[in-house]
């Protein structure tokens, strides 16, 4: 019996060259900012940002992932599942 192949990807990136390959469906997961091709963003997301949903300008942004970066902190999580 052989195994199949599935593939998670934890980058936008990677996840366009999996696609770009013709594995797409082999991916079995996402992280929360691969949303191309579109059919990326119907996958399962295993990480999740730290930042919060709301809207923040590019200042904000940044304050927040330079002090995370600073701090020994991640600007993502995973998520549970």
């Known amino acids: 019996m052989t195994a199949t192949l599935r593939i998670c990807s ?3 990136s990677a996840t366009e060259i999996v696609f770009a390959l013709g ?3 082999r991916l079995v997961g996402v992280t929360h900012e691969c949303d191309h091709p579109p059919e990326a963003a119907r996958l399962p997301a295993v990480t999740a940002s730290t930042l919060g949903h709301e809207r923040r300008d590019s200042r904000e942004i940044h304050r927040h992932i330079a002090g995370a970066l600073h701090g020994g902190s991640s600007i993502s999580t995973s998520t549970p599942g």
Request: aromatic content about 0%; hydrophobic content about 50%; proline content about 17%.
């Open 10 to 12: 934890l980058l936008p």
């Open 23 to 25: 594995l797409g469906e």
